[in-house]
């Protein structure tokens, strides 16, 4: 929600509808959902209080296997983030998987508990930025040292963060959020709950926005959506961006969403920032 040019945060206690998406740092479909989300966001603003809920992808890639995908261990994940990249057209760099690939999802989800315990709004600016590092910028998120750099670069409290991570509280939480995945019955990721004084929905699996703006408004049916600002102002606020993001919210397909953002890199208004098999953009406070 966009108060005198200022994002105002998500609401809590007046929020007509919480949305509760089952996640994973490191889901390529979950990432995938981030333009879906900001888009959700965007266009009901402080009447959604949105939560994200550690769905513990994998404990141990030792132990696991996906036979819906083939995979058995870090180097057959490569080509399945490509190919939903191809779908959700979020950015992806799949050198992770030959440089540092991470051997479990867990380390990721507690920092994020971490996160949360200590600012709700920060913590999900956090998870944004693990899903971030991981997928686009060859950064292996488990370990504690880029755990650190990302929750001091989002504004947290740096020796409270730790020491969540250190006394076994953020591991607590994240127990939690296991447990109530279970409790749920979840089997993909993402999963939503959106519920509001209309009852609850739930979708499985990655969702256009669509079928999640008609479970908002059938659980709230007073609810209509927004129109965006332009987008400068919204590369302004949120920045970086993926093409894909600036894409969803406008209704533009990514061709038309690439040209408008050249064209204001050509003004000097946003910069590119090519990663992996796709660009995001920055912000430059360039010309009017």
Do not use: K
């Amino acid at each position: 929600m966009y108060v005198d040019g200022v994002v105002v945060p998500m609401a809590t206690a007046d929020a007509t509808v919480t949305v509760t998406q089952f996640t994973d740092p490191m889901c390529t479909w979950c990432w995938g959902s981030e333009p879906i989300l900001r888009h959700l966001r965007t266009a009901y603003g402080d009447r959604l209080d949105v939560r994200f809920v550690m769905g513990g992808l994998i404990e141990d890639f030792e132990t696991f296997y996906d036979a819906a995908n083939d995979i058995a261990d870090p180097g057959d994940v490569a080509p399945h983030w490509l190919e939903a990249s191809e779908r959700h057209g979020m950015p992806v760099d799949t050198a992770i998987f030959e440089t540092d690939p991470a051997q479990s999802t867990y380390p990721a989800s507690v920092a994020f508990a971490a996160a949360r315990q200590q600012d709700r709004a920060l913590g999900h600016r956090y998870l944004r930025r693990l899903r971030e590092a991981y997928a686009t910028e060859v950064r292996n998120v488990n370990r504690r040292d880029e755990q650190i750099r990302l929750a001091e670069a989002v504004g947290l409290d740096v020796d409270a963060f730790t020491t969540a991570l250190s006394d076994g509280s953020a591991r607590e939480a994240f127990e939690a959020d296991l447990a109530r995945t279970r409790r749920a019955d979840v089997r993909a990721f993402p999963t939503y709950r959106i519920a509001g004084l209309e009852g609850e929905r739930r979708l499985a699996g990655f969702q256009p926005f669509a079928d999640l703006s008609d479970a908002v408004e059938t659980v709230a049916p007073s609810l209509s959506p927004s129109s965006p600002p332009p987008i400068r102002t919204f590369v302004d606020h949120h920045a970086p961006l993926a093409t894909q993001e600036v894409a969803e919210v406008y209704g533009m397909d990514r061709a038309a969403a690439r040209q408008a953002l050249a064209t204001l890199a050509d003004d000097g208004a946003v910069r590119r920032d090519p990663r992996g098999n796709g660009v995001f953009w920055h912000a430059t406070g360039g010309a009017d």
